[in-house]
């Protein structure tokens, strides 16, 4: 149970980030509204608070959190850019997702 909520909290914190990248991106390049800086800061606020919620060190939870970071901007690609991920780009996900759960879920003796 703990590693179906530790990764169902990566995913989220994930498309926090990636919002609050992506809104600052559309208004940056594609002249939509200032306006929407005020829910990027909102979802980077999330973001970081999510972070905190991980019951383990800091930087074992950022580097973890990098694999699944990887593999949601993947989906992002597919389900909001509309671009198909190649079989690069899957297995680049995979590789990170198998490295996030080594890190998190490796047996440790401390």
Not at 47 to 56: K, V
Request: hydrophobic letters at 60%; glycine letters at 8%.
């Amino acid at each position: 149970m703990l590693e179906t909520k530790t990764i169902l909290l990566f995913l989220v914190t994930a498309v926090a980030e990636i919002v609050g990248c992506y809104l600052p991106y559309l208004w940056l390049t594609q002249g939509k509204s200032a306006w929407l800086l005020v829910p990027a800061a909102l979802s980077f606020g999330l973001f970081a608070w999510l972070l905190t919620l991980h019951p383990t060190a800091a930087g074992r939870v950022y580097a973890a959190y990098g694999g699944v970071y990887i593999f949601v901007a993947i989906l992002w690609l597919w389900t909001v850019d509309g671009v198909k991920p190649t079989t690069w780009d899957l297995v680049g996900a995979l590789v990170a997702l198998a490295g996030m759960s080594i890190i998190m879920f490796a047996p440790r003796n401390a």
